[in-house]
C-alpha cells in the first residue's frame, strides 16, 4: 500500500451530521482520499476509515463528541486507491443554526513521524 504524507500546509476539513454522514469536504480532503466532492457527499465518514484503526479509537470519538466536548487524535486513513494517510484530526460538535441539528466538524493535519509511531504503537494494543 502507498502512503501519501501530507504536506504542511495541507488542511483536511469536513463536515457530518449526527449519523457521520458526509455534509462538506473540502478540497485537500477529497484530493489526499481520492474521492470527488460528489462522491463524498451523503457517504459515511468511514469511506475512508483504515483497516488498521481499532474500532476503540472510533468508539472514543463517537461518545466524546456527542457528550458535546472536542476529540483530538491521530488517525489512519485509506485513500480511495487503497492507499493510506496520517492525520491529527480534531472534531468537534456543533449544532447546526438553521435546523437546530447536530453536527460534527473535523479539521485534521499533517501529524510528525514521531506522533505517527507513537499512535501506531499504542493502536496495536488496542482492537
Given at each position: 500500500m502507498q502512503e501519501y504524507v501530507l504536506k504542511n500546509d495541507d488542511f483536511l476539513v469536513?463536515?457530518?451530521d449526527e449519523?457521520?454522514?458526509i455534509l462538506f469536504a473540502n478540497d485537500d480532503f477529497c484530493k489526499i482520499a481520492g474521492y470527488t466532492l460528489?462522491?463524498?457527499i451523503g457517504k459515511p465518514h468511514n469511506i475512508v476509515r483504515h483497516p488498521d484503526m481499532p474500532k476503540a479509537a472510533f468508539?472514543?470519538?463517537?461518545?466524546?463528541v456527542q457528550r458535546g466536548s472536542i476529540w483530538t487524535g491521530y488517525v489512519k486513513?485509506?485513500?480511495?486507491?487503497?492507499?493510506?494517510?496520517w492525520v491529527?484530526?480534531?472534531?468537534y460538535p456543533m449544532k447546526d443554526s438553521k435546523t437546530n441539528e447536530t453536527r460534527y466538524m473535523s479539521?485534521?493535519?499533517k501529524?510528525?513521524?514521531?506522533?505517527?509511531?507513537?499512535a501506531e504503537t499504542l493502536y496495536k494494543t488496542l482492537r
Amino acid at each position: 500500500m502507498q502512503e501519501y504524507v501530507l504536506k504542511n500546509d495541507d488542511f483536511l476539513v469536513s463536515q457530518t451530521d449526527e449519523k457521520g454522514k458526509i455534509l462538506f469536504a473540502n478540497d485537500d480532503f477529497c484530493k489526499i482520499a481520492g474521492y470527488t466532492l460528489e462522491e463524498m457527499i451523503g457517504k459515511p465518514h468511514n469511506i475512508v476509515r483504515h483497516p488498521d484503526m481499532p474500532k476503540a479509537a472510533f468508539k472514543d470519538l463517537w461518545e466524546t463528541v456527542q457528550r458535546g466536548s472536542i476529540w483530538t487524535g491521530y488517525v489512519k486513513n485509506k485513500t480511495k486507491d487503497g492507499g493510506f494517510y496520517w492525520v491529527f484530526a480534531t472534531v468537534y460538535p456543533m449544532k447546526d443554526s438553521k435546523t437546530n441539528e447536530t453536527r460534527y466538524m473535523s479539521c485534521r493535519r499533517k501529524p510528525s513521524r514521531e506522533e505517527i509511531e507513537t499512535a501506531e504503537t499504542l493502536y496495536k494494543t488496542l482492537r
